[in-house]
């Protein structure tokens, strides 16, 4: 393999990104000058260095701290928690500013015909944190998924996974409104609709 070939294969590991893409990202790279390109390196090792995984809530943040500034705000309302597919899906709600409470990230959705969602997505990790929340005063369970196909699927697995230690601790559990209108992805919405989505939420 060329350096060519390394880089595209590194970006067709991207997220919905193919081969044609890849190729085009990395003659995008490689036509820029030296100066970007040092920007870049420097960026993704500066990142490399300095974002880690919160143990609590398991979103990326830039700190050498164990848990993120939310989760160990002793202002954040310890009665709520929402699950979320994404990080960049906290961060559209945690920039609506409509919600203040806990927050778990999956790490992704899970797929329609999948047979071991908690190899896909951080089911286990979210067990031992509602787990250890219940103890901390945890009342009600927002799950807030997109309203895409996989997005809703995730949402009835995590329900289903909930529901032995939500009937046992007498939790509540909820999913966002359809403010959200079918297709949309969470992390795309304004703040009105965010806002809409918590306040009827069901
Ligand atoms: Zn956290």
């Known amino acids: 393999m060329d350096e060519i070939q390394k880089l595209t294969a590194l970006f067709k590991e991207f997220p919905g990104i193919g081969e044609r893409q890849a190729k085009r990202f990395v003659y995008f790279v ?40 939310n989760c160990k705000n002793p202002q954040a309302d310890k009665t709520m928690l929402l699950i979320v597919e994404r990080d960049s899906d906290y961060e559209a709600i945690s920039r609506s500013r409509n919600y203040f409470g806990k927050y778990f990230v999956l790490g992704g959705s899970v797929p ?32 807030a998924c997109s309203l895409t196909p996989s997005g809703e699927h995730t949402d009835e697995t ?27 992805e969470l992390e795309y919405s304004d703040n009105a609709t965010i806002k809409y989505a918590l306040e009827s939420r069901q």
């Open 30 to 69: 490689l036509s820029k000058d030296y100066d970007y390109k040092e920007r870049l390196v420097n960026a993704l090792n500066a990142a490399k260095e300095s974002v880690h995984q919160c143990g609590e809530c398991f979103r990326f943040f830039s700190g050498k701290e164990d848990v993120c500034f």
């Open 112 to 143: 329609i015909l999948e047979k071991r969602p908690e190899d896909v997505v951080r089911l286990r990790e979210l067990i031992k944190q509602v787990e250890n929340k219940v103890a901390e005063g945890l009342q009600e369970i927002i799950i």
């Open 158 to 184: 995590v329900r289903r996974i909930l529901r032995p230690i939500a009937e046992k601790h007498n939790l509540k559990i909820s999913s966002l409104g359809r403010g959200l209108s079918t297709g949309t």
